[in-house]
């Protein structure tokens, strides 16, 4: 099983500053299985960005995604009101189980 | 614009089956996985299963065999089934699309509290 661990557990910012959020893989995970979802609290996961840094349809360009092999970034360059919620990565291999990495809770 | 809903009950007993529907609106089930996925209070999400369209399962090993998942063309439904509950199963559960093209959930249902509790 992939063990994903995102850090920091939570990321203490402002309206307008740059979120830097790390995803990281037990072991090496194909770009193409790299998944960033946000939630916000009582909703259901949102897709931000899949395969590793394609933005999903609607997602505004200031969430971008980068990595590769066990080291994933989510980077918000400014943050809106509206993005503080948790993120979590995801990725899916050859076999299941499909795993999910803990959160990280960006808040004001 | 595709929509998934989840039903089923919100209370079940310890040591009882968990049995949840999801229904799937503007879209064909066709070409999809369809899956499971769960978070208990305050905690994170767990992938519990899918079932692709041609009805070939796998399911999350940390559940022991007490997973299964079925399929309802005629319906557009699919549905969980969780046997021998425990507390620990209490959790919100959405059920989502998976899509192999985008290789991702693109799709979630608003999730469904269920409650493992006498």
């Known amino acids: 099983e992939v063990v994903l661990t995102q850090s920091p557990g939570t990321l203490s910012l402002s309206p307008g500053e740059r979120a830097t959020l790390s995803c990281r893989a037990s072991q090496s995970v194909h770009s193409l299985s790299l998944t960033w979802y946000q939630q916000k609290s009582g909703q259901a996961p949102r897709l931000l960005i899949y395969g590793t840094s394609i933005r999903a349809t609607g997602i505004p360009d200031r969430f971008s995604g980068s990595g590769s092999g066990t080291d994933f970034t989510l980077t918000i360059s400014r943050l809106e009101p509206e993005d503080f919620a948790v993120y979590y990565c995801?990725?899916?291999?050859?076999?299941?189980?499909?795993?999910f990495g803990q959160g990280t809770k960006v808040e004001i | 614009q595709v929509q998934l809903q989840e039903s089923g009950p919100g209370l079940v007993k310890p040591s009882e089956t968990l049995s949840l529907t999801c229904t799937v609106s503007g879209g064909s089930i066709n070409n999809y996985y369809w899956s499971w996925i769960r978070q208990p209070p305050g905690k994170g999400l767990e992938w519990v299963g899918y079932?692709?369209?041609?009805?070939?399962?796998n399911y999350n090993p940390s559940l022991n065999g007490r997973a299964t998942t079925a399929l309802d063309t005629s319906k557009n439904q699919f549905s969980l089934k969780l046997r021998s509950v425990t507390a620990a199963d209490t959790a919100v559960y959405y059920c989502?699309?998976?899509?192999?093209?985008?290789?991702?959930?693109?799709?979630w249902g608003q999730g469904t509290l269920v409650t493992v509790s006498s």
């Open positions: 079932i692709y369209y041609t009805g070939s399962t």
């Open positions: 989502a699309r998976w899509t192999t093209v985008m290789t991702t959930f693109d799709h």
């Open positions: 995801q990725q899916y291999g050859n076999s299941p189980p499909w795993t």
